[in-house]
């Protein structure tokens, strides 16, 4: 396998487009590094805005490595108004989390560096680590945007490799939050109190049901009109009123992309799951927003 690995931060596109036209068909993946704290929106967007990379490379996934020893430290550091916390927004993009360093902490430390990004972003799949050991089919072949892939992040069970570990999630069928039984399931591991958090977490819904097209279409259409900067990520299966498919979709910032997938099975239940990543999410009006689509 060839990899070549770029550090971003310079002129990304030049440096993807050359690669490209020098060595086409020359490598399998390229890892491109973010230089120091930065925030991976803008390499994401790059993917979808550039024409002359497009249609040679397609994004495969972000993956983030967090120190389990100090990430508190920055996750929780108050940033000046206007400001973003970088620690924050590395994880709200990631598909793959990886909580290294594990040996330098404690359970109790490392659940709750957890239990933190999992608020954060719910979506990833996260892999605790002692020097950052991971399979390569871990951080390569991710297909994190990809929308054949969506049910991976949307599902409901643990995204999370537990060897020594088990949560139990409640896996009811009402549009829920997710969070809301998951904070309550830990409530004795961490006491903070997440909806005082204004900044970034992840809502998740799931609801059984049919969506009527017109009334989802306009929702989406809005919700990303008026919040597609604060809504970070976004993934979802939908079920929709008198179509065999299942629709899938997934967005970030104002980019998004649906197509129809497979069949829905006749056992099987039409429900929707829909996670969002985002700053200042009120789940109860995006709870309401989706509930008014239903037919
Ligand atoms: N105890 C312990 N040490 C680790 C682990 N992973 C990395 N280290 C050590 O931590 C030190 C710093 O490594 P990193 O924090 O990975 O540094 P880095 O991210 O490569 O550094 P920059 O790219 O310059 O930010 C090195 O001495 C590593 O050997 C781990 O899981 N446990």
């Given at each position: 396998m060839d990899v070549s690995v770029v550090q971003s931060g310079g002129d990304l596109v030049r440096m993807i487009s050359e690669l490209v036209s020098?060595?086409?068909?020359?490598?399998?993946?390229?890892?491109i590094e973010t230089t120091g704290l930065a925030n991976p929106?803008?390499?994401?967007?790059?993917?979808?805005?550039?024409d002359?990379?497009?249609?040679?490379?397609?994004?495969?996934?972000?993956?983030?490595?967090?120190?389990?020893?100090?990430?508190?430290?920055?996750?929780?550091?108050?940033?000046?108004?206007?400001?973003v916390n970088e620690a924050v927004e590395q994880i709200a993009?990631?598909?793959?989390?990886i909580v290294n360093k594990t040996d330098l902490?404690?359970?109790?430390?490392?659940?709750?560096v957890m239990q933190?990004?999992?608020?954060?972003?719910?979506?990833?799949?996260?892999?605790?680590?002692?020097?950052?050991?991971?399979?390569?089919?871990?951080?390569?072949?991710?297909?994190?945007?990809?929308?054949?892939?969506?049910?991976?992040?949307?599902?409901?069970?643990?995204?999370?490799?537990h060897d020594d570990h088990h949560h139990d999630h409640d896996h009811s069928h009402d549009?829920?939050?997710?969070?809301?039984?998951?904070?309550?399931?830990?409530?004795?591991?961490?006491?903070?109190?997440?909806?005082?958090?204004?900044?970034?977490?992840?809502?998740?819904l799931v609801c059984e049901g049919d969506l009527d097209l017109e009334k989802a279409n306009m929702w989406l259409g809005a919700l990303l009109y008026q919040r597609s900067e604060d809504i970070y990520r976004m993934k979802g299966i939908l079920s929709?009123?008198?179509?065999?498919?299942?629709?899938?979709?997934?967005?970030?910032?104002?980019?998004?992309e649906g197509s129809p997938d497979r069949l829905w099975q006749k056992d099987e239940t039409r429900t929707n799951k829909i996670v969002f990543i985002g700053k200042n999410l009120n789940r109860e009006e995006l709870e309401m927003g989706f509930r008014a689509c239903l037919v």
């Open positions: 020098k060595k086409k068909g020359r490598f399998d993946h390229i890892v929106a803008p390499i994401i967007q790059t993917f979808y805005a550039e002359d990379i497009f249609n040679d490379v397609k994004l495969d996934g972000v993956v983030t490595l967090v120190d389990a020893k100090h990430a508190r430290l920055h996750l929780d550091e108050v940033k000046p108004e206007g400001f993009y990631a598909d793959r989390i902490v404690g359970e109790q430390e490392l659940d709750s933190r990004i999992k608020t954060i972003n719910s979506m990833a799949h996260m892999k605790r680590t002692k020097y950052g050991k991971v399979d390569l089919d871990y951080v390569l072949g991710i297909g994190g945007f990809d929308l054949e892939r969506i049910e991976n992040s949307v599902n409901e069970e643990e995204k999370e490799d549009c829920h939050d997710h969070h809301k039984e998951h904070d309550h399931e830990h409530g004795h591991h961490d006491s903070h109190d997440h909806t005082h958090d204004p900044g970034v977490s992840s809502v998740s929709v009123q008198d179509m065999e498919e299942r629709f899938v979709f997934q967005g970030v910032h104002e980019i998004f």
